[in-house]
């Protein structure tokens, strides 16, 4: 018995671990769903969403994004290539979903939404990506929200009055719940044509590979 | 034959210590394999450690040869416990293999990506100890106490 004893013991603990592995694996993996089809953007719909792109594209990316987040903000310089490489063939959605972990987050938003509100709202998305690093740790955001507002060329206050306003607000919050109501916890989700992206596929070569795939199944441009 | 009890002491300590580590290599694996770790909602402080290239190696997560390493040092500990002279060598091997790679690990956060995950802080602490169990070990090979 005593020969079997560090068998059973080290056996024990393989099964403990592999058990709880899978248990906690199970419990993290994100349950993202599909979008349904009641929600799915329609073609030529530049209101309820922000699109940037050939409103006619046969591929549709949709993000999920938080400005503070960092690898959103690496996903953003990535999506600039993207959109180069398919040109019309890809149209691009952005949906705010601000994380309470992130301190200046939803404040970012709020001043992409009030840029939004004259216009503007992919201008002040790639500055606030672009200059992430910076207003992410600055404790008054807001004069430097401000001074990106000046630099792209909006009616300053104007854009003051709308980052407080009811309007901006309830888009940002509306989109959250979008979000939460489609599973998403963490940022960058995308969705390619209205499937959410592979877990494996969150990488430039796995979403080019999605984007061709949806391509292929909708090959007119 | 029997081991030595500082010697058993020894060994079932390391066999404790393995077991915070295996947990700890478990968890960072399963975030690895969500993918929580190529996003942000997860550890704000981590994604940038085990969100970076240096955290796979052939698209396999460092976490999970983690999970080997201190499952390893688990086996090998418990079977020193019940007299298995080979086991003595075994482990020692694993933990100086294990050191070397926290050694590099550490490098990589402090000088190469200016970030600490404090799982992998935790991890490396573990090894350390272990490293400082393996050398409290007497030398020579185990005897028997009777």
Redesign the interface.
């Known amino acids: 018995m005593k020969r079997c004893l560090p068998f059973v013991i080290v056996g024990v603990v393989a099964l403990a671990t592999i058990g709880s592995g899978a248990m906690l694996y199970r419990a993290k993996r994100p349950q993202v769903v599909s979008i349904p089809e009641s929600q799915m953007l329609q073609k030529g719909d530049t209101v309820s969403a922000h699109v940037r792109g050939n409103p006619d594209a046969p591929v549709t990316l949709e993000e999920y994004g938080d400005f503070q987040c960092p690898p959103c903000g690496m996903f953003a310089a990535f999506l600039g290539q993207l959109e180069k490489e398919y040109d019309s063939r890809l149209r691009v959605v952005f949906r705010n979903f601000p994380l309470k972990v992130h301190e200046h987050a939803r404040e970012a938003a709020l001043a992409a939404e009030a840029a939004g509100v004259q216009g503007h709202f992919w201008e002040m998305h790639d500055v606030l990506y672009r200059e992430q690093e910076a207003w992410s740790k600055a404790p008054n955001v807001r004069e430097l929200f401000e001074s990106y507002a000046g630099t792209i060329g909006l009616d300053l206050d104007k854009f003051k009055k709308d980052m407080d306003g009811d309007k901006t607000r309830e888009r940002v919050e509306a989109d959250r719940q979008r979000g939460e109501s489609l599973g998403i916890q963490t940022t960058p989700t995308l969705f390619i044509n209205n499937q959410p992206l592979n877990q494996e596929h969150k990488n430039p070569e796995g979403i080019r590979a999605e984007i061709n795939a949806a391509l292929a199944k909708k090959p007119q441009a | 034959m029997t081991v030595s009890r500082f010697r058993t002491i020894i060994y079932i300590a390391a066999a404790l210590v393995s077991?915070a580590g295996?947990?700890d290599a478990?968890?960072l694996?399963?975030?690895a394999?969500?993918?929580?770790t190529?996003?942000?909602?997860?550890s704000?402080d981590c994604?940038?450690v085990l969100?970076s290239s240096y955290a796979r190696i052939a698209g396999i997560p460092v976490a999970s040869l983690g999970?080997l390493a201190y499952?390893s040092v688990?086996?090998f500990a418990?079977?020193a416990?019940?007299g298995?002279i080979r086991a003595r060598i075994f482990l020692i091997l694993t933990i100086g293999a294990m050191f070397l790679g926290t050694l590099w690990l550490l490098y990589v956060q402090a000088f190469l990506l200016h970030a600490y995950c404090r799982y992998c802080l935790f991890s490396a602490a573990t090894t350390f100890l272990l490293a400082g169990l393996a050398i409290a070990l007497p030398p020579g090979p185990d005897r028997s106490v009777s």
Do not use: D, W
Request: contains cysteine.
């Open positions: 077991l295996l947990a478990t968890y694996t399963v975030q394999l969500t993918g929580e190529l996003g942000c909602g997860g704000p994604f940038k969100g999970v499952f688990f086996t418990t079977f416990v019940f298995y």
